[in-house]
């Protein structure tokens, strides 16, 4: 699967640490997000970037920083992380239109974060 | 706000048999997609069947189907002749269609068991 690829595949890093965690799509979409996949929870959507620009951000806490530089490149910028905050973070993307039309997320293996 | 709710947690089938997962969603909108995703043990998170609202024949993709009942929002699936690779945790998703918010509600997952 080479849609959708997200590096690292693991992430271990203490509570002062920068890191970031990068998302690539090659489906030529023009919207990205970010996923958060916490244990014994459902999917939490966190952000969402529809032709470059931020549309949705789901009351994520500011050491979470996100960037899109442009339509197949999506990061997310972590610092002084808490251990709650240890998940899988999962990147999708979509093409989405104007209007009504709305597309499948397809989405990457995900970053498997261990915060310490 | 959208809810999804997958009331089991657990299934087990034994290979070649038909399984049936059950989802049921809660929505004030009329128009929307719905979606069944799977995630391996390799957590890559994969498209399995996506259903639009507004079409009333159900969608059907090789051995996977699924029974949509709008009225009763009602969202099975169904896996024919179970496969070992069937094994992995299946997920209701919930979009709904038009505006700017691409978000997906998921429910909290069904971990299918496929035995020899």
């Known amino acids: 699967e080479t849609g959708v690829t997200q590096t690292p595949r693991h992430l271990v890093m203490g509570m002062t640490n920068k890191k970031s965690l990068k998302c690539e799509q090659h489906l030529g979409h023009n919207a990205m997000y970010w996923y958060k996949q916490s244990a014994k929870k459902p999917l939490e959507l966190m952000f969402v970037?529809?032709?470059?620009?931020?549309?949705e951000n789901n009351s994520v806490p500011s050491r979470f920083s996100p960037e899109c530089p442009n339509s197949s490149h999506l990061f997310l910028h972590l610092h002084t992380l808490q251990p709650e905050d240890s998940a899988l973070y999962l990147c999708?993307?979509?093409?989405?239109?104007?209007?009504?039309?709305?597309?499948?997320?397809?989405f990457g293996p995900g970053t498997r974060l261990l915060v310490l | 706000a959208q809810t999804v709710t997958q009331s089991q947690p657990e299934m087990s089938v034994q290979e070649a048999e038909t399984v049936t997962l059950s989802c049921t969603y809660d929505t004030s909108e009329n128009n929307y997609y719905l979606f069944w995703y799977k995630q391996p043990p390799s957590r890559q998170m994969i498209l399995v069947i996506r259903?639009?609202?507004?079409?009333?024949q159900n969608a059907t993709e090789n051995r996977f189907s699924v029974n949509f009942q709008k009225a009763a929002k009602s969202f099975s699936l169904k896996i024919s002749d179970s496969q070992l690779g069937d094994t992995a945790m299946y997920f209701c998703a919930f979009m709904k269609r038009g505006g700017s918010n691409y978000k997906l509600t998921f429910g909290k997952g069904t971990l299918l068991t496929v035995n020899p």
């Open positions: 970037y529809n032709f470059k620009e931020q549309t």
């Open positions: 259903q639009e609202a507004y079409k009333q």
């Open positions: 999708a993307s979509s093409q989405v239109g104007s209007g009504e039309y709305q597309e499948t997320q397809y």
